[in-house]
């Protein structure tokens, strides 16, 4: 039998994930639902869900497997709606940006009867200068050659975390194990922290007094550092996201401050060869970010027994049996 896969909320990652399955095999059936109606719109011009529903429960009714990837101020009452849809034999996957957080919602709202995991995928390399976001830039290879973090709780199952590593596998990338813990900083760090500093920054030059000149002039600085306040995590509340990862940003934010301190201190005193070694360092961090990400995606801490394609679709597809 076909392996039913509903996928609650209509992001780039979870679109990405279902047409990554389907190059593999014509039993994945897919069904989608967002709150959000162009969402929806969007998902199904890529015509691999059948269908996307209009209500959530319609698509999580009898689904073998359920990838959440909701905006974050819409999870809670989303999985409470599919409470009584959800069966004991449905797994659920979570792919937004919240581990810890997700994990204690759904441990409060299904208790231990859904089996539970998150996990994170870093995209390609080659996507990394797109301006496009959302469920329009969903592409089928867009995990390929890329790290797929697994957070591997107290609570997953050994079936579990075989159902992460073989879907990592055949969404084309390498399958890392990590904790909740460790990939809430990751996201706070590598996501996070941009959108805040975006804010920041568009919010400083922005109450400028002579940004009503000042936004003529703006040009492509001001554009691309703003650009991850296009690709928030929440629809309405937003924020939530950070808020839900308090410590971590709090932590990171500090941080900041502390480096922008230093470099008033520097700019104040005038210290131009400090300046220049500043910016000498982090173009030096920068290059060789950019060198490294381009490669194939291989870590050290990889999955100790990760299949090949063929063996995780056979294991994959077993879930419709």
């Known amino acids: 039998m076909p ?52 209500n959530p429960q319609d698509a999580a009714r009898g689904a073998d497997l359920v990838l959440l990837s909701l905006p974050s101020d819409e999870l809670f009452s989303t999985l409470q709606v599919l409470d009584a849809t959800m069966g004991r034999s449905t797994a659920l996957i979570n792919l937004s ?20 995991l998150s996990i994170f995928p870093a995209l390609r390399a080659e996507t990394m200068e797109d301006c496009l976001f959302g469920p329009a830039a969903a592409r089928g290879d867009l995990f390929d050659n890329s790290l797929i973090f697994i957070a591997e709780s107290q609570d997953a199952s050994s079936a579990m975390l075989d159902l992460a590593v073989n879907l990592a596998v055949l969404m084309g ?78 932590r990171l934010i500090e941080d900041l401050i502390r480096e922008l301190i230093h470099l008033r201190d520097l700019l104040k005193d005038e210290n131009a060869e400090k300046i220049s070694e500043l910016f000498s360092q982090v173009l030096d961090s920068r290059g060789k970010w950019l060198n490294e990400r381009q490669k194939p995606q291989i870590s050290a801490s990889l999955a100790t027994s990760i299949p090949g394609k063929e063996e995780a679709l056979k294991r994959l597809l077993k879930m419709g049996k």
């Open 3 to 54: 392996v039913q896969i509903a996928c609650i909320g209509l992001s780039q990652i979870s679109i990405s994930t279902a047409l990554s399955l389907s190059r593999h095999s014509k039993e994945f059936k897919f069904k989608g639902w967002d709150p959000l109606l162009d969402a929806r719109v969007a998902a199904d011009r890529h015509k691999v869900f059948e269908p996307v529903t209009r």
């Open 97 to 116: 940006p919240m581990a810890t957080h997700t994990q204690r919602v759904i441990q409060e709202i299904f208790g231990k009867k859904i089996p539970f």
């Open 173 to 250: 990338g390498q399958p890392i194990f990590t904790t909740p813990q460790e990939l809430d900083g990751l996201i706070a760090a590598n996501f996070l922290l941009p959108q805040l500093s975006a804010a920041a920054l568009m919010n400083t030059t922005a109450k400028q007094p002579s940004w009503q000149e000042g936004g003529k002039l703006a040009g492509g600085s001001l554009f691309h550092t703003t650009l991850p306040l296009t690709d928030l995590f929440e629809n309405e509340a937003f924020g939530f996201t950070a808020r839900a990862n308090k410590e971590n940003m709090v």
